[in-house]
């Protein structure tokens, strides 16, 4: 059973870039598909991105495109979600997610495992 940590959220100004980490362990890695989704106060929590296992296949949320990059080293268990251009709608809790299945899904409740989240705060 794999355990998941995310790192890198802090407060920014807008326009300003950030790398989020989500540290795996306690599981193969590479067995997992991951996920990033987002979530805000009162709000359900939204699909960004997700990734297989391999790095091979990426998919996003149009609101994301062109903005974020989702990555993966399976070598470090770790997986990473690059931002860039950071608007004050992207302000959220930002949530790694994973699942043992081949095919991406971006349904949250396709996944199994989830980190505790990290804050994404953009001011104006």
């Known amino acids: 059973q794999v355990q998941l940590v995310e790192s890198g959220g802090g407060l920014v100004q807008a326009g300003a870039s950030l790398r989020l980490s989500c540290a795996a362990s306690?599981?193969?890695?590479?067995?997992?598909?991951l996920g990033w989704f987002r979530q805000v106060p009162g709000k359900d929590r939204e699909f960004v991105t997700a990734?297989?296992?391999?790095?091979?296949?990426?998919t996003y949320a149009d609101s994301v495109k062109g903005r974020f990059t989702i990555s993966r080293d399976n070598a470090k268990n770790t997986g990473y979600l690059q931002i860039h251009s950071l608007k004050p709608e992207d302000t959220a809790v930002y949530y790694c997610?994973?699942?043992?299945?081949?095919?991406?899904?971006?349904?949250?409740?396709?996944?199994?495992?989830w980190g505790q989240g990290t804050q994404v705060t953009v001011s104006s």
């Open positions: 990734i297989n296992w391999n790095g091979g296949i990426t």
């Open positions: 997610a994973a699942r043992t299945a081949l095919h991406i899904r971006i349904t949250s409740t396709d996944y199994n495992y």
């Open positions: 306690g599981g193969t890695f590479s067995n997992y598909q």
